[in-house]
């Protein structure tokens, strides 16, 4: 029997999520029985004849109990979706970031245990052939001096006009998990912990982060992150949304016999200081969850694959955490809606290569860096 599948969320990035859907249905893979979504839906991709629209997931759950359920809500909504797609009987297809704590994490995986109900979640870079030979080099460096994570992206203040909850801590008196490190750019912090598990280094240990903002906003837009796992190896990351040239996104790592840099989305890869060469091959996440319903292949992103990515993101968001330092004019070059940090490359470059954070340089705007334990997932 065809599968039934219902997407929650369905205008913004669920435009995306209803094209992958059209395409299942049209091979026969999946049948389409709701969409949901608080606002009309956008009109392209129109929506096909027939499908019901809601505007509350839990009518949708009551009137068809899909075979499975396409989240990709506001990040701070997933855990009540997901349990109540989990109590109809749904298996998930879970946006990235899954979940905005490790007691959402847990609780959620328990409930996926109880039921007997599957969740992979949205990191789709991981579902690259680019990203397995990146991962299968990786033992080859020999003792690996670190593993980095660089992406230089322009979001300008219509980005942040986008909705209520953009830029924002907390809203309604829920915590909101926005922020450059996880929500935009959440796939370089992923993809950057995915490498240190790959090489068997433990659990991540000690966070040590520095925050910037360039507008009055109230997370980072710009950030460095060191972090230390079991065995030492230290992860450090370095991204901004108030870039000069465009860095798509880059994993490297180093090692005493060569190196790795895999561009994770244009799945192009470098190996041992050659240039960067395109990888084809990607296998779709929701596909891979159809095929593990169907004959158990393992999915890719289960939930569990995610703890660390969660630890990280409850280290950065915990209330006592600083706000991100705000830049001031003299740093910034405003254009209009955009807003520039002249030279951010070239630091981004630094950080990387020397594994410091900007304080730590000497770098003139750089703050004191707040220092967080992580706790045992």
Not at 55 to 80: F, G, K, N
Request: with cysteine; hydrophobic share 45%; proline share 9%.
């Amino acid at each position: 029997m065809t599968p039934t599948i219902a997407l929650v969320g369905a205008n913004g990035h669920g435009r995306w999520h209803r094209r992958r859907i059209a395409e299942l249905e049209a091979t026969g893979r999946v049948r389409l029985t709701g969409l949901v979504d608080l606002r009309p839906l956008e009109p392209d991709p129109p929506v096909p004849a027939g499908v019901p629209i809601f505007t509350d997931h839990r009518d949708l759950l009551a009137e068809s109990a899909p075979d499975v359920v396409v989240i990709c809500t506001p990040p701070h909504t997933h855990l009540q979706i997901a349990l109540d797609a989990i109590a109809a009987g749904s298996d998930l297809m879970l946006e990235k970031p899954p979940v905005a704590s490790l007691a959402a994490h847990r609780t959620l995986a328990a409930a996926l245990d109880s039921a007997g109900r599957s969740c992979q979640v949205g990191f789709q870079a991981l579902g690259s052939v680019a990203w397995q030979r990146f991962r299968d080099a990786l033992p080859g460096l020999g003792p690996v001096n670190g593993i980095t994570a660089t992406a230089s992206w322009q979001r300008d203040d219509i980005y942040y006009a986008r909705s209520p909850w953009a830029g924002r801590r907390v809203v309604g008196g829920r915590p909101v998990i926005d922020g450059a490190l996880v929500n935009p750019l959440a796939h370089a912090v992923m993809q950057a912990i995915a490498s240190a598990q790959a090489l068997g280094a433990g659990r991540p240990r000690q966070l040590v982060a520095e925050r910037y903002r360039v507008r009055p906003i109230e997370v980072e837009d710009t950030a460095f992150a060191r972090i230390t796992f079991d065995d030492g190896l230290q992860v450090m990351i370095a991204v901004t949304l108030a870039g000069e040239d465009f860095i798509a996104g880059e994993i490297g790592a180093r090692g005493a016999n060569g190196s790795a840099l895999l561009e994770y989305p244009t799945d192009r890869l470098a190996l041992g200081g050659s240039p960067l060469q395109e990888v084809p091959g990607r296998t779709d996440l929701l596909t891979n969850l159809l095929d593990h319903r169907s004959s158990r292949t393992p999915l890719l992103v289960p939930l569990s694959v995610t703890a660390d990515f969660t630890a990280v993101l409850e280290a950065l968001t915990v209330p006592d955490v600083p706000e991100p330092h705000l830049l001031d004019d003299s740093v910034v070059v405003i254009e209009g809606p955009k807003r520039t940090i002249p030279g951010i490359n070239d630091l981004i470059r630094k950080v990387v290569e020397t594994l410091a954070l900007p304080s730590e340089m000497g770098v003139p705007w750089g703050v004191r860096p707040f220092t967080q334990r992580l706790p045992v997932t």
